[in-house]
Protein backbone atom coordinates (compact mmCIF):
# COMPACT_ATOMS: atom_id res chain seq x y z
CA UNK A 1 0.00 0.00 0.00
CA UNK A 2 1.39 3.69 -0.86
CA UNK A 3 0.42 6.94 0.35
CA UNK A 4 -0.42 9.55 -2.25
CA UNK A 5 -1.57 12.48 -3.34
CA UNK A 6 -3.77 13.42 -6.06
CA UNK A 7 -5.55 16.83 -7.69
CA UNK A 8 -5.12 17.81 -3.98
CA UNK A 9 -6.99 14.66 -2.34
CA UNK A 10 -4.72 12.28 0.35
CA UNK A 11 -4.82 8.66 -1.41
CA UNK A 12 -4.36 5.25 -0.24
CA UNK A 13 -3.47 3.04 -3.36
CA UNK A 14 -2.26 -0.49 -3.32
CA UNK A 15 0.12 -0.66 -7.08
CA UNK A 16 -0.47 -3.75 -9.56
CA UNK A 17 2.42 -6.36 -9.08
CA UNK A 18 2.94 -6.10 -12.86
CA UNK A 19 2.24 -4.33 -15.68
CA UNK A 20 -1.04 -1.74 -15.09
CA UNK A 21 -4.44 -2.92 -16.92
CA UNK A 22 -7.23 -1.40 -15.15
CA UNK A 23 -7.97 1.63 -12.41
CA UNK A 24 -10.41 1.07 -9.71
CA UNK A 25 -11.01 4.10 -7.39
CA UNK A 26 -13.95 3.71 -4.63
CA UNK A 27 -14.92 6.95 -2.31
CA UNK A 28 -15.69 6.48 1.04
CA UNK A 29 -19.10 8.26 2.73
CA UNK A 30 -19.38 11.18 4.79
CA UNK A 31 -18.39 10.50 8.16
CA UNK A 32 -15.83 7.97 7.72
CA UNK A 33 -12.29 7.82 7.90
CA UNK A 34 -10.07 8.75 4.47
CA UNK A 35 -9.18 4.82 5.06
CA UNK A 36 -12.55 3.64 5.53
CA UNK A 37 -12.99 1.81 2.74
CA UNK A 38 -8.90 0.20 2.41
CA UNK A 39 -9.44 -2.96 3.45
CA UNK A 40 -11.78 -3.65 0.37
CA UNK A 41 -8.27 -3.46 -1.50
CA UNK A 42 -6.67 -6.77 -0.23
CA UNK A 43 -9.93 -8.94 0.01
CA UNK A 44 -11.05 -7.52 -3.43
CA UNK A 45 -7.06 -8.88 -4.17
CA UNK A 46 -7.57 -12.03 -2.35
CA UNK A 47 -10.88 -13.22 -4.19
CA UNK A 48 -9.57 -12.14 -7.68
CA UNK A 49 -6.04 -12.36 -7.77
CA UNK A 50 -5.95 -10.94 -11.44
CA UNK A 51 -6.43 -7.83 -9.36
CA UNK A 52 -3.39 -7.98 -7.70
CA UNK A 53 -1.09 -8.25 -10.97
CA UNK A 54 -3.02 -6.24 -12.82
CA UNK A 55 -5.07 -3.36 -11.04
CA UNK A 56 -4.28 -0.15 -9.51
CA UNK A 57 -6.87 0.48 -6.44
CA UNK A 58 -7.17 4.05 -5.37
CA UNK A 59 -8.67 5.17 -2.23
CA UNK A 60 -9.20 9.07 -2.21
CA UNK A 61 -9.80 10.89 0.92
CA UNK A 62 -12.76 13.31 0.93
CA UNK A 63 -11.72 17.03 1.43
CA UNK A 64 -13.65 18.09 4.60
CA UNK A 65 -12.18 17.08 7.90
CA UNK A 66 -15.19 16.96 10.00
CA UNK A 67 -12.70 17.25 13.26
CA UNK A 68 -13.98 20.56 14.62
CA UNK A 69 -17.88 18.33 14.64
CA UNK A 70 -15.90 16.44 17.22
CA UNK A 71 -15.69 13.42 14.99
CA UNK A 72 -12.23 12.90 15.01
CA UNK A 73 -10.25 11.86 11.75
CA UNK A 74 -13.75 11.32 9.96
CA UNK A 75 -13.75 12.89 6.10
CA UNK A 76 -16.77 14.43 4.20
CA UNK A 77 -16.84 15.03 0.36
CA UNK A 78 -20.00 17.88 1.16
CA UNK A 79 -21.66 18.95 4.27
CA UNK A 80 -24.80 17.80 5.10
CA UNK A 81 -27.48 19.02 7.45
CA UNK A 82 -26.90 16.96 10.56
CA UNK A 83 -30.19 18.33 12.30
CA UNK A 84 -32.25 17.06 9.33
CA UNK A 85 -30.62 13.32 9.36
CA UNK A 86 -31.25 13.12 13.48
CA UNK A 87 -34.80 14.33 12.91
CA UNK A 88 -35.61 11.69 10.07
CA UNK A 89 -33.49 8.66 11.87
CA UNK A 90 -35.54 9.28 15.56
CA UNK A 91 -38.98 10.05 13.85
CA UNK A 92 -38.46 7.17 10.77
CA UNK A 93 -39.37 10.26 8.05
CA UNK A 94 -38.39 9.45 4.68
CA UNK A 95 -35.47 11.70 4.17
CA UNK A 96 -35.80 12.34 0.64
CA UNK A 97 -33.18 14.44 -1.10
CA UNK A 98 -34.19 13.94 -4.85
CA UNK A 99 -34.66 17.66 -5.21
CA UNK A 100 -31.17 18.25 -3.44
CA UNK A 101 -28.58 19.57 -5.16
CA UNK A 102 -25.86 19.82 -2.14
CA UNK A 103 -23.82 22.79 -1.68
CA UNK A 104 -19.97 21.63 -2.46
CA UNK A 105 -20.92 18.66 -4.50
CA UNK A 106 -20.07 20.27 -7.51
CA UNK A 107 -16.55 21.29 -6.28
CA UNK A 108 -16.42 17.22 -5.15
CA UNK A 109 -17.12 16.58 -8.39
CA UNK A 110 -14.76 18.51 -10.16
CA UNK A 111 -11.90 17.43 -7.71
CA UNK A 112 -12.83 13.86 -8.71
CA UNK A 113 -12.97 14.21 -12.12
CA UNK A 114 -9.47 16.25 -12.09
CA UNK A 115 -7.87 13.21 -9.78
CA UNK A 116 -9.40 10.43 -12.52
CA UNK A 117 -7.79 11.98 -15.40
CA UNK A 118 -4.46 12.99 -13.76
CA UNK A 119 -4.58 8.45 -13.20
CA UNK A 120 -6.01 7.93 -17.23
CA UNK A 121 -3.02 10.75 -18.43
CA UNK A 122 -0.80 8.90 -16.21
CA UNK A 123 -1.33 4.96 -16.98
CA UNK A 124 -2.38 5.85 -20.63
CA UNK A 125 -5.41 3.41 -20.39
CA UNK A 126 -8.44 3.91 -22.04
CA UNK A 127 -11.32 5.28 -20.16
CA UNK A 128 -12.90 1.51 -20.49
CA UNK A 129 -10.28 0.39 -17.76
CA UNK A 130 -11.39 2.24 -15.39
CA UNK A 131 -13.81 1.54 -12.55
CA UNK A 132 -15.62 4.11 -10.12
CA UNK A 133 -17.48 3.48 -7.03
CA UNK A 134 -18.24 4.48 -3.70
CA UNK A 135 -20.34 4.04 -0.08
CA UNK A 136 -23.32 6.41 0.27
CA UNK A 137 -22.27 9.59 -0.24
CA UNK A 138 -19.13 7.91 -1.76
CA UNK A 139 -21.75 6.65 -4.45
CA UNK A 140 -24.11 9.61 -4.82
CA UNK A 141 -20.55 11.42 -5.71
CA UNK A 142 -19.80 8.44 -8.21
CA UNK A 143 -23.22 8.94 -10.15
CA UNK A 144 -22.79 12.75 -9.99
CA UNK A 145 -18.91 12.03 -11.73
CA UNK A 146 -19.85 9.51 -13.96
CA UNK A 147 -21.95 11.88 -16.01
CA UNK A 148 -19.21 14.54 -15.96
CA UNK A 149 -16.22 12.20 -17.53
CA UNK A 150 -14.85 12.43 -20.76
CA UNK A 151 -16.11 9.46 -21.76
CA UNK A 152 -18.15 6.17 -20.39
CA UNK A 153 -15.48 4.32 -18.25
CA UNK A 154 -15.52 0.21 -17.42
CA UNK A 155 -17.74 -0.12 -14.68
CA UNK A 156 -19.37 1.36 -11.59
CA UNK A 157 -20.40 0.56 -7.78
CA UNK A 158 -22.91 1.98 -5.96
CA UNK A 159 -23.25 0.89 -2.46
CA UNK A 160 -25.93 2.38 -0.22
CA UNK A 161 -26.84 5.51 -2.78
CA UNK A 162 -29.86 7.46 -3.06
CA UNK A 163 -31.35 10.07 -5.83
CA UNK A 164 -30.42 13.61 -5.20
CA UNK A 165 -30.32 16.01 -7.83
CA UNK A 166 -33.23 14.45 -9.63
CA UNK A 167 -33.47 17.41 -12.69
CA UNK A 168 -30.10 17.42 -13.59
CA UNK A 169 -29.65 13.55 -13.09
CA UNK A 170 -32.82 13.15 -15.61
CA UNK A 171 -30.96 14.99 -18.16
CA UNK A 172 -29.64 11.95 -21.08
CA UNK A 173 -26.20 11.21 -20.20
CA UNK A 174 -24.03 9.16 -23.06
CA UNK A 175 -21.86 7.79 -20.78
CA UNK A 176 -24.66 6.20 -18.72
CA UNK A 177 -25.39 3.91 -22.22
CA UNK A 178 -24.59 0.53 -21.58
CA UNK A 179 -23.05 1.11 -18.73
CA UNK A 180 -22.22 -1.88 -16.26
CA UNK A 181 -23.25 -0.91 -12.93
CA UNK A 182 -23.49 -2.49 -9.32
CA UNK A 183 -26.02 -0.91 -6.82
CA UNK A 184 -26.65 -2.69 -3.53
CA UNK A 185 -29.22 -1.17 -0.76
CA UNK A 186 -30.52 -2.46 2.61
CA UNK A 187 -34.41 -2.51 2.47
CA UNK A 188 -33.85 -1.61 6.49
CA UNK A 189 -31.92 0.96 5.68
CA UNK A 190 -33.11 4.33 7.89
CA UNK A 191 -29.92 6.58 6.74
CA UNK A 192 -30.91 6.37 2.97
CA UNK A 193 -34.47 4.92 2.60
CA UNK A 194 -34.31 1.45 0.11
CA UNK A 195 -37.47 3.25 -1.80
CA UNK A 196 -35.53 6.30 -3.14
CA UNK A 197 -32.52 3.69 -4.12
CA UNK A 198 -35.04 1.91 -6.38
CA UNK A 199 -35.76 4.99 -8.01
CA UNK A 200 -32.33 5.94 -8.58
CA UNK A 201 -31.91 2.05 -9.91
CA UNK A 202 -34.82 3.02 -12.58
CA UNK A 203 -33.28 6.59 -13.24
CA UNK A 204 -30.18 4.63 -14.44
CA UNK A 205 -31.71 1.75 -16.34
CA UNK A 206 -33.92 4.16 -17.97
CA UNK A 207 -30.57 6.41 -19.21
CA UNK A 208 -29.04 2.86 -20.63
CA UNK A 209 -27.14 1.54 -17.69
CA UNK A 210 -26.54 -2.10 -17.37
CA UNK A 211 -27.59 -2.61 -13.51
CA UNK A 212 -27.23 -5.29 -11.30
CA UNK A 213 -29.18 -4.32 -8.47
CA UNK A 214 -28.58 -6.23 -5.14
CA UNK A 215 -31.03 -5.80 -2.24
CA UNK A 216 -30.43 -7.16 1.49
CA UNK A 217 -32.09 -7.29 4.36
CA UNK A 218 -29.93 -5.35 6.69
CA UNK A 219 -29.25 -1.66 6.84
CA UNK A 220 -26.64 0.99 5.80
CA UNK A 221 -23.79 -1.02 5.14
CA UNK A 222 -21.87 -3.10 2.43
CA UNK A 223 -22.58 -6.62 3.38
CA UNK A 224 -20.95 -9.72 1.45
CA UNK A 225 -23.76 -10.14 -1.58
CA UNK A 226 -22.85 -6.25 -2.39
CA UNK A 227 -19.30 -7.10 -2.48
CA UNK A 228 -19.54 -10.59 -4.38
CA UNK A 229 -21.67 -8.43 -7.04
CA UNK A 230 -18.45 -6.37 -7.22
CA UNK A 231 -15.72 -8.38 -7.34
CA UNK A 232 -18.46 -10.44 -10.29
CA UNK A 233 -18.09 -6.78 -12.07
CA UNK A 234 -14.50 -6.01 -11.83
CA UNK A 235 -14.07 -9.68 -13.09
CA UNK A 236 -16.12 -9.19 -16.33
CA UNK A 237 -14.32 -6.00 -16.85
CA UNK A 238 -10.76 -7.56 -16.68
CA UNK A 239 -12.36 -10.31 -19.21
CA UNK A 240 -12.82 -7.21 -21.35
CA UNK A 241 -9.35 -5.56 -21.01
CA UNK A 242 -7.86 -9.03 -21.30
Not at 25 to 46: I, K, M, N, S, T
Not at 199 to 223: K, M, S, T, Y
Request: charge should be negative.
Amino acid sequence: MQTTQRAGLDCLEFPPREAIELVIVLCHGFGAPGDDLAAFGPELQRALPALARSARIVFPQGPLALDSLGWGDARAWWMIDMAKLQLAIHTGQLRDLRKEQPTGMAEARNQLIELLVELQQETQLPWSRFVLGGFSQGAMLTVEVLRHLPERIGGAIVFSGTLINEPAWREPSANLSGLPIVQSHGRSDVILPYSLATELCQLLRDQGAEVNFIEFGGGHGVPQPAIQGAILLLADVLDTVE
